[in-house]
């Protein structure tokens, strides 16, 4: 007998409400990977009395699931759009907004009644000035009150003669199968995202916010960002955080004091200014000369208030221009796939070479690049990671590199794939 390996179900938030539970079955079709729903009330289900005409864009309808997902008790949230909190919680992010379903507002009757029958004074029903005012442009002599509750309990006192008339999102009807009642449909805008689902993850979880890459209507270009660190790097597109490579520190003996006895230090990447400061701190370094290989490894210098010399062309080759002659001390601190043009040239130089770290190729997860349209290198480092780990680049996607030397590696690559072809 063959065993199939059964994927296990991705847990996701949501309300209890039978709209909620039609609005994860509708996310199930439209994913590969199958799911478990995980109802949760929340305040706005369980407190009826706060009218929503009052609210903005507030948690109320999402604050216990978002907080489920943030305490990783589910893997997804699932909400109406249209009552998304603004901004989200800390920690989460869009992962999908759906292109969604009619986002018309309609006036539901009972059956056989319709806007002409309906007596003058008429009581409708919606929580929303927008619908009220919508409505009124039909019929003046309209009366309003509010109404909370699910649909099914709004029809129902429809139904009892509670009221003549209520307000439905058209979506809502749509996917509860009540597209039979006897409706109209209100003119004038509608309540931003209607009919739209929103589906948020954890920010942290890249794989499943690419698995829902396909789902997003927003039209934003997705960007995945492959070094170890994204703080200053800047797009105006969606990023994906997907580190390549992994930092296996290594043992230095004796740190603080090679340091103490140097007067230039050099640094090549941003790494080595986390992993520096994090064993011999600050001070130590702000009375030496630093010298950055460019750009992105001073600015992670000046977050702490270091500011070194710049070379001008973010090579080695660049860094090592700016070295004065007369140095009386030069520390390296360098990763053990360091290039050999630094180590050559500070041979007849009084010099410390510091290896701090081995970076290794790491890949959490599958990887699909097909939602993907810019890929970042930020070394050659994640250039050879990529290669080990994913193969070739792929083709109609944006390669960007951050510095010469990570371009010189995308080539190489690029090289070999065509000479593997031909």
């Given at each position: 007998m063959h065993s199939s390996k059964v994927k296990p179900k991705v847990r996701v938030g949501c309300r209890p409400s039978p709209l909620s539970l039609s609005q994860f079955h509708e996310l199930q079709q439209l994913v590969d990977f199958p799911l478990e729903a995980v109802p949760t009330a929340t305040t706005g289900c369980l407190d009826r009395s706060i009218s929503l005409r009052s609210?903005?864009?507030t948690d109320f309808f999402t604050r216990e699931i978002d907080q489920l997902l943030l305490e990783k008790e589910v893997r997804l949230a699932l909400h109406s759009a249209k009552d998304l909190p603004d901004p989200l919680p800390q920690g989460l992010v869009l992962a999908a907004l759906t292109k969604g379903l009619d986002p018309?507002?309609?006036?539901?009757?009972?059956?056989?009644?319709?806007?002409?029958?309906?007596?003058?004074?008429?009581?409708?029903?919606?929580?929303?000035?927008?619908?009220?005012?919508?409505?009124?442009k039909l019929r003046s002599d309209f009366r309003f009150v509010d109404v909370r509750g699910n649909v099914n309990?709004?029809?129902?006192?429809?139904?009892?003669?509670?009221?003549?008339?209520?307000?439905?999102?058209?979506?809502?009807l749509i996917r509860l199968g009540l597209t039979d009642l006897s409706r109209i449909r209100l003119p004038g805008e509608t309540a931003p995202l209607?009919?739209?689902?929103?589906?948020?993850?954890?920010?942290?979880?890249?794989e499943m916010q690419l698995r829902l890459a396909h789902l997003d209507s927003r039209p934003l270009k997705r960007v995945a960002y492959f070094g170890l660190d994204p703080t200053h790097f800047a797009t105006d597109g969606l990023l994906f955080h997907l580190p390549l490579i992994e930092i296996e520190p290594l043992e230095t003996p004796s740190l603080a004091e090679t340091l103490t006895k140097a007067?230039?230090?050099?640094?090549?990447?941003?790494?080595?200014?986390?992993?520096?400061?994090?064993?011999?701190?600050?001070?130590?370094?702000?009375?030496?000369?630093?010298?950055?290989?460019?750009?992105?490894?001073?600015?992670h210098l000046k977050r702490w208030d270091l500011f070194p010399v710049t070379a001008e062309e973010e090579t080695a080759e660049g860094l090592l221009h700016m070295l004065p002659q007369n140095t009386s001390h030069v520390a390296y601190p360098h990763s053990t796939l360091a290039r050999p043009v630094i180590f050559k040239a500070l041979e007849s130089r009084p010099h410390t070479a510091i290896p701090l770290y081995t970076p290794r190729p790491h890949l959490p997860f599958a990887l699909d690049l097909q939602a993907i349209d810019e890929l970042v290198f930020t070394s050659p480092s994640t250039v050879l990671a990529f290669e080990q780990?994913?193969?070739?680049?792929?083709?109609?996607?944006?390669?960007?590199?951050?510095?010469?030397?990570?371009?010189?590696?995308?080539?190489?690559?690029?090289?070999?794939?065509?000479?593997s072809i031909s």
């Open positions: 609210l903005d864009k018309a507002d309609a006036l539901v009757f009972r059956p056989y009644e319709d806007l002409a029958t309906l007596p003058q004074g008429s009581i409708v029903a919606t929580s929303s000035q927008r619908r009220e005012e919508a409505v009124s309990e709004r029809l129902q006192l429809l139904y009892a003669g509670k009221i003549d008339a209520l307000v439905v999102a058209e979506a809502a209607q009919g739209q689902l929103a589906v948020i993850a954890r920010s942290d979880d890249v007067s230039h230090i050099l640094f090549t990447s941003k790494t080595t200014v986390k992993l520096l400061i994090e064993r011999v701190g600050v001070d130590l370094l702000k009375s030496k000369t630093l010298l950055s290989i460019g750009k992105v490894t001073t600015a780990l994913i193969g070739f680049l792929p083709t109609g996607k944006k390669i960007s590199a951050q510095g010469q030397v990570t371009q010189a590696a995308i080539d190489l690559l690029q090289l070999r794939a065509k000479q």
